[in-house]
Protein backbone atom coordinates (compact mmCIF):
# COMPACT_ATOMS: atom_id res chain seq x y z
CA UNK A 1 0.00 0.00 0.00
CA UNK A 2 0.98 3.71 -0.53
CA UNK A 3 0.32 6.94 1.01
CA UNK A 4 0.38 8.53 -2.34
CA UNK A 5 -3.53 8.71 -3.18
CA UNK A 6 -2.77 8.46 -7.00
CA UNK A 7 -1.13 4.94 -6.28
CA UNK A 8 -2.78 3.16 -3.69
CA UNK A 9 -1.09 -0.10 -4.53
CA UNK A 10 2.42 1.53 -5.58
CA UNK A 11 3.80 2.01 -8.88
CA UNK A 12 3.91 -0.55 -11.25
CA UNK A 13 7.30 -2.70 -11.09
CA UNK A 14 7.37 -5.95 -13.22
CA UNK A 15 9.59 -8.82 -11.58
CA UNK A 16 13.07 -9.37 -12.93
CA UNK A 17 12.06 -12.78 -14.65
CA UNK A 18 8.49 -13.18 -15.62
CA UNK A 19 7.44 -16.86 -16.19
CA UNK A 20 4.64 -19.05 -16.16
CA UNK A 21 3.29 -18.43 -12.49
CA UNK A 22 3.67 -14.68 -12.60
CA UNK A 23 1.34 -14.85 -16.02
CA UNK A 24 -1.32 -16.94 -13.84
CA UNK A 25 -1.36 -14.46 -10.91
CA UNK A 26 -1.75 -11.83 -13.59
CA UNK A 27 -4.32 -13.49 -15.86
CA UNK A 28 -6.42 -14.32 -12.63
CA UNK A 29 -5.58 -10.67 -11.45
CA UNK A 30 -7.50 -9.78 -14.81
CA UNK A 31 -9.95 -12.53 -14.17
CA UNK A 32 -11.37 -10.63 -10.80
CA UNK A 33 -11.48 -7.20 -12.45
CA UNK A 34 -14.34 -6.69 -13.92
CA UNK A 35 -16.22 -8.19 -10.78
CA UNK A 36 -14.09 -6.41 -8.24
CA UNK A 37 -14.48 -3.12 -10.62
CA UNK A 38 -18.47 -3.47 -10.46
CA UNK A 39 -18.38 -4.30 -6.76
CA UNK A 40 -16.09 -0.92 -6.30
CA UNK A 41 -19.48 0.89 -7.89
CA UNK A 42 -21.95 -0.78 -6.65
CA UNK A 43 -24.77 1.21 -5.31
CA UNK A 44 -22.91 4.50 -5.95
CA UNK A 45 -25.55 7.29 -6.77
CA UNK A 46 -24.38 9.78 -9.76
CA UNK A 47 -23.25 12.51 -7.40
CA UNK A 48 -20.52 9.97 -5.92
CA UNK A 49 -20.15 8.42 -9.12
CA UNK A 50 -19.10 12.22 -10.18
CA UNK A 51 -16.71 12.90 -6.95
CA UNK A 52 -12.95 12.79 -7.96
CA UNK A 53 -11.39 10.33 -6.13
CA UNK A 54 -8.18 13.07 -5.29
CA UNK A 55 -7.97 16.51 -5.93
CA UNK A 56 -7.44 17.40 -9.29
CA UNK A 57 -7.96 13.38 -10.20
CA UNK A 58 -10.92 11.84 -12.15
CA UNK A 59 -14.22 10.95 -10.72
CA UNK A 60 -14.83 7.34 -9.74
CA UNK A 61 -17.17 7.72 -13.56
CA UNK A 62 -14.55 8.98 -15.03
CA UNK A 63 -12.13 5.55 -14.15
CA UNK A 64 -14.82 3.38 -15.02
CA UNK A 65 -15.12 4.55 -18.67
CA UNK A 66 -11.05 4.57 -18.62
CA UNK A 67 -10.51 1.13 -17.80
CA UNK A 68 -13.21 -0.17 -20.14
CA UNK A 69 -10.56 2.32 -23.25
CA UNK A 70 -7.63 1.43 -21.93
CA UNK A 71 -8.16 -2.36 -21.35
CA UNK A 72 -9.94 -2.15 -24.79
CA UNK A 73 -6.49 -1.06 -26.94
CA UNK A 74 -3.91 -3.09 -24.54
CA UNK A 75 -6.44 -6.03 -25.87
CA UNK A 76 -5.91 -5.04 -29.50
CA UNK A 77 -2.64 -4.17 -28.84
CA UNK A 78 -2.08 -8.27 -27.83
CA UNK A 79 -3.64 -9.40 -31.09
CA UNK A 80 -1.68 -6.96 -33.20
CA UNK A 81 1.44 -8.09 -31.34
CA UNK A 82 0.64 -11.80 -31.95
CA UNK A 83 -0.34 -11.37 -35.70
CA UNK A 84 2.65 -8.59 -37.05
CA UNK A 85 6.23 -8.83 -36.28
CA UNK A 86 6.48 -5.51 -33.39
CA UNK A 87 3.60 -3.55 -34.84
CA UNK A 88 3.42 0.32 -33.97
CA UNK A 89 0.53 0.43 -32.33
CA UNK A 90 -1.82 3.52 -31.86
CA UNK A 91 -1.45 5.69 -28.63
CA UNK A 92 -4.22 7.65 -27.22
CA UNK A 93 -4.31 10.67 -24.62
CA UNK A 94 -5.85 9.46 -21.72
CA UNK A 95 -6.57 12.81 -20.16
CA UNK A 96 -8.77 13.88 -23.27
CA UNK A 97 -10.59 10.61 -23.60
CA UNK A 98 -11.72 10.74 -19.76
CA UNK A 99 -12.94 14.42 -20.89
CA UNK A 100 -15.31 13.38 -23.49
CA UNK A 101 -18.78 13.08 -22.87
CA UNK A 102 -19.56 9.43 -22.07
CA UNK A 103 -16.86 9.54 -19.71
CA UNK A 104 -17.71 12.76 -17.89
CA UNK A 105 -21.53 11.97 -18.06
CA UNK A 106 -22.46 8.36 -19.01
CA UNK A 107 -23.61 5.63 -17.30
CA UNK A 108 -21.00 3.21 -16.03
CA UNK A 109 -23.57 -0.01 -16.72
CA UNK A 110 -22.12 0.02 -20.39
CA UNK A 111 -18.50 0.68 -19.44
CA UNK A 112 -19.09 -2.11 -16.82
CA UNK A 113 -20.33 -4.46 -19.49
CA UNK A 114 -17.83 -3.63 -22.12
CA UNK A 115 -14.91 -4.34 -18.91
CA UNK A 116 -16.35 -7.60 -18.33
CA UNK A 117 -16.90 -8.80 -22.21
CA UNK A 118 -13.63 -7.47 -22.73
CA UNK A 119 -12.24 -9.41 -20.46
CA UNK A 120 -13.66 -12.87 -20.41
CA UNK A 121 -12.58 -12.41 -24.64
CA UNK A 122 -8.97 -11.36 -23.66
CA UNK A 123 -8.84 -14.17 -21.27
CA UNK A 124 -9.72 -16.67 -24.05
CA UNK A 125 -7.27 -15.13 -25.91
CA UNK A 126 -4.37 -15.46 -23.00
CA UNK A 127 -5.29 -19.48 -22.62
CA UNK A 128 -4.56 -20.14 -26.09
CA UNK A 129 -1.49 -18.50 -25.86
CA UNK A 130 2.32 -20.27 -26.12
CA UNK A 131 4.62 -19.57 -23.52
CA UNK A 132 6.84 -18.04 -26.46
CA UNK A 133 3.75 -15.91 -27.70
CA UNK A 134 4.20 -13.51 -24.61
CA UNK A 135 7.60 -12.61 -25.74
CA UNK A 136 6.08 -10.89 -29.19
CA UNK A 137 5.95 -7.49 -28.68
CA UNK A 138 4.88 -3.98 -30.13
CA UNK A 139 5.92 -0.72 -30.21
CA UNK A 140 4.57 2.71 -28.92
CA UNK A 141 4.82 5.05 -31.73
CA UNK A 142 4.27 8.09 -28.69
CA UNK A 143 7.50 7.37 -27.06
CA UNK A 144 8.99 4.77 -29.20
CA UNK A 145 9.12 1.98 -26.50
CA UNK A 146 8.90 -1.86 -27.11
CA UNK A 147 6.96 -3.49 -24.61
CA UNK A 148 6.54 -7.38 -24.39
CA UNK A 149 3.23 -9.16 -24.19
CA UNK A 150 4.41 -10.06 -20.74
CA UNK A 151 5.33 -7.00 -19.70
CA UNK A 152 2.07 -5.60 -20.67
CA UNK A 153 0.21 -8.61 -19.15
CA UNK A 154 1.69 -7.36 -15.67
CA UNK A 155 1.23 -4.03 -16.35
CA UNK A 156 -2.55 -4.16 -17.18
CA UNK A 157 -3.51 -6.78 -14.24
CA UNK A 158 -1.41 -4.20 -12.01
CA UNK A 159 -3.76 -1.20 -13.62
CA UNK A 160 -7.08 -2.94 -12.80
CA UNK A 161 -6.30 -3.24 -9.41
CA UNK A 162 -4.49 0.23 -9.11
CA UNK A 163 -8.30 2.01 -10.44
CA UNK A 164 -10.21 -0.31 -8.72
CA UNK A 165 -7.87 0.48 -5.20
CA UNK A 166 -8.72 4.61 -6.17
CA UNK A 167 -12.31 3.82 -6.06
CA UNK A 168 -12.36 1.84 -3.10
CA UNK A 169 -10.17 4.43 -1.24
CA UNK A 170 -12.67 7.34 -1.88
CA UNK A 171 -15.27 4.91 -0.44
CA UNK A 172 -12.81 4.54 2.45
CA UNK A 173 -12.30 8.17 2.39
CA UNK A 174 -15.96 9.33 2.36
CA UNK A 175 -17.62 6.33 4.49
CA UNK A 176 -20.02 5.31 1.39
Given at each position: M ?5 YP???Y?P ?6 VA ?10 A????RD ?5 D ?7 Y???G?T ?8 A??HL ?5 FK ?7 PA ?6 D ?6 D ?5 V ?16 L????R?D ?8 P ?5 R ?6 G ?5 G????AQ ?10
Amino acid sequence: MSDDPRYPIGRYAPPDTIDAVARGRWRHALEQAPGRLRDAVAGLDDGQLDTPYRDGGWTARQIVHHLADSHLHTYLRFKWALTEDKPAVAGYDQDRWAALPDSVRGPVAPALELFGGLHASWLALLSAMRPDDFERSYVNPGNGAERSLNWALGLYAWHGEHHTAQILALRARRGW
